[in-house]
């Protein structure tokens, strides 16, 4: 039952927004370093943004200006905020990152990544 749940994707306008969310799901104690990645057609997945544990963040060239994540560890859940899309913003997106997880043999740090969603810009 261990994962990330992700939801907020779906088909935008050009310079619109869409908001993601990737919440941790499971007996989780917390979230440590986060971070959105996504794969376009024909395309290898690509690094969009990470969030450090302590709030650190870091984006890729190509979204920096736009998009901005977050985090709210009392909700174990990372945010994607994304304006100004763009076509070329069409992918599918995933949450990757680590939690700190209680498991039936004891607290334990888990690598998982969530299970994508589609987001389409389009006119």
């Known amino acids: 039952q261990v994962q990330l749940v992700e939801s907020g994707g779906g088909l935008v306008q050009p310079g619109g927004s869409l908001r993601l969310s990737c919440a941790a799901s499971g007996n989780i104690f917390g979230i440590n370093d986060m971070g959105w990645y996504r794969q376009a057609p024909g395309k290898q997945r690509e690094l969009v943004a990470g969030?450090?544990?302590?709030?650190?963040?870091n984006y890729a060239d190509f979204v920096k200006g736009r998009f901005s994540i977050s985090r709210d560890n009392a909700k174990n859940t990372v945010y994607l905020q994304m304006n100004s899309l763009k076509p070329e913003d069409t992918a599918v997106y995933y949450c990757?990152?680590?939690?700190?997880?209680?498991?039936?043999?004891?607290?334990?740090?888990?690598?998982?990544w969530g299970q994508g969603n589609q987001v389409t810009v389009s006119s």
């Open positions: 990757n990152g680590e939690a700190a997880v209680d498991t039936i043999v004891g607290p334990r740090k888990y690598h998982l």
């Open positions: 969030i450090s544990s302590g709030g650190s963040t």
